[in-house]
Structures are given as structure tokens and as C-alpha cells.
């Protein structure tokens, strides 16, 4: 079992639309939770990360994770075609991360 | 503040060959990991240093790779001999020390043919 599951899609909405991604992940000793953007022939940038249950915003971005389920996901509101990238969750403990395997976003101007 | 730099960008070998990746991390971060991203999967890291010291390789396939960061500064990544698996996008990444944010570079996509 991978420690974390995340589906591959592809993702295609229109422009507006609210993207959803979503990841699983399989120990309950993990710290941090993150987010990644990967743009083609790019490497990933960090786009939020948060330790704790419960929702984190920042401005269209929301991050939201559920610890009881191990479950965490990656809002985007009023998507743009600049969003379009691949989206990787990605989880840490103590100093190592382990990544999904990302999630391939089109927003369709 | 530049960025993580890595050459080459691409690099395109025969099975059996040797190939080395270089980069340069963040001026001042201590920490540096080498990734390997297969297409269609999520990083994979092969190897941490703190300054130049080893923090972690246990998923570095020693038998064929080799990684090495003297001075504590650049670093550079070899495969000998490659094989066909051994395609992918090598990243670099920097942090300023164990568990801060990781910055990577743009990697460099090997093809072994």
C-alpha cells in the first residue's frame, strides 16, 4: 500500500469553476500537509501546507484536512487557466516527504 | 534570491552509460535532496544531505547510483551503468535546514534509450 493515493485524473473545468483534489494517506504518524504546483518542464512549488485538522485559506486556494480519516484535500475557487498544472499532495514526517502521485488540472479558458 | 540551478536541462543516453546531473542550491541552505520523478508518479527522494553529510539514502539504488555534495555546497548525481527504468526528471531541491520549505529546480529529464 502507498503511503499516499492520490488520483491521477486528468481534471479539465471550465474557467470559474471550483476545482476539487482530493488525497489519501495511510499513516496516522504523518505531521504536515502540503500542496504542490507543478507547472510542465517545471519543478514543484509549494502552495500551502498546514499541520492540524481543518481548513486553511489563502485567497483562492483552501486546504483542508481530516485527520481522523486521513484525508485531505486542495480547494480552488473561481479557477483560472493559469491554474492549469499538475497538483501534488504531499505528506511529512519528521523529515522526509512522501508525495501522491498528482493530480492534472485544465482550466478551460 | 536565485534559484535551485541544475544542468543539464535534458540528456539523452544509451542503456549501459554513465550520465552526472549537477546543482547548485539557494545561496546559505544546508539541506539538499535529489528526487526522481517517473512520469505520471510523484517525486521519489534518493538522498538528503545536511551540509555535506548524508541524512538519508535508503532508497538510493547504490549499487548503480552515487551522489555526492563536497564543500557542503554543489552536488552532483551519477548512474553507472543506466538502465531503461532509470528514465525520468531528476530534481534538486534546497532548504535551509531540515524541515523548512524545500525549493527544487527544474530538473533535468534523462531518456535511456
Known amino acids: 500500500q502507498k503511503e499516499v493515493e492520490q488520483d491521477p485524473g486528468p481534471l479539465s473545468v471550465p474557467e470559474g469553476a471550483i476545482v476539487s483534489l482530493n488525497c489519501t494517506y495511510s499513516?496516522?504518524?504523518?505531521?504536515?500537509f502540503m500542496w504542490y504546483r507543478q507547472y510542465s518542464r517545471k519543478g514543484p512549488e509549494l502552495l500551502m501546507y498546514t499541520y492540524s485538522s481543518g481548513n486553511k485559506e489563502d485567497g483562492r486556494f483552501t486546504a483542508q484536512v481530516d485527520k481522523s480519516s486521513k484525508y485531505i484535500s486542495l480547494f480552488i475557487r473561481d479557477s483560472q487557466p493559469s491554474d492549469s498544472a499538475t497538483y501534488l499532495c504531499?505528506?511529512?514526517?519528521?523529515?522526509?516527504?512522501?508525495f501522491g502521485a498528482g493530480t492534472t488540472v485544465t482550466v478551460r479558458a | 534570491e536565485a534559484g535551485v540551478a541544475q544542468s543539464p536541462r535534458y540528456k539523452i543516453i544509451e542503456k549501459r552509460q554513465s550520465v552526472a546531473f549537477w546543482c547548485n542550491p539557494i545561496?546559505?541552505?544546508?539541506?539538499l535532496y535529489w528526487y526522481q520523478q517517473i512520469l505520471g508518479q510523484g517525486p521519489k527522494l534518493l538522498i538528503q544531505?545536511?551540509?555535506?553529510?548524508?541524512?538519508?539514502d535508503s532508497q538510493l539504488p547504490k549499487d548503480r547510483f552515487s551522489a555526492e555534495r563536497l564543500k557542503g555546497v554543489d552536488s552532483t548525481l551519477k548512474i553507472q551503468p543506466a538502465k531503461l527504468e532509470d528514465s525520468a526528471v531528476y530534481l534538486c531541491?534546497?532548504?535551509?535546514?531540515?524541515?523548512?520549505?524545500?525549493?527544487f529546480g527544474p530538473g533535468t529529464r534523462l531518456t535511456v534509450t
Open positions: 544531505f545536511q551540509n555535506n553529510g548524508v541524512v538519508d
Open positions: 504531499a505528506i511529512r514526517r519528521d523529515y522526509k516527504l512522501s
Open positions: 499513516n496516522s504518524a504523518f505531521q504536515y
Open positions: 531541491a534546497s532548504s535551509r535546514s531540515l524541515n523548512y520549505e524545500q525549493y
Open positions: 545561496s546559505g541552505h544546508a539541506t
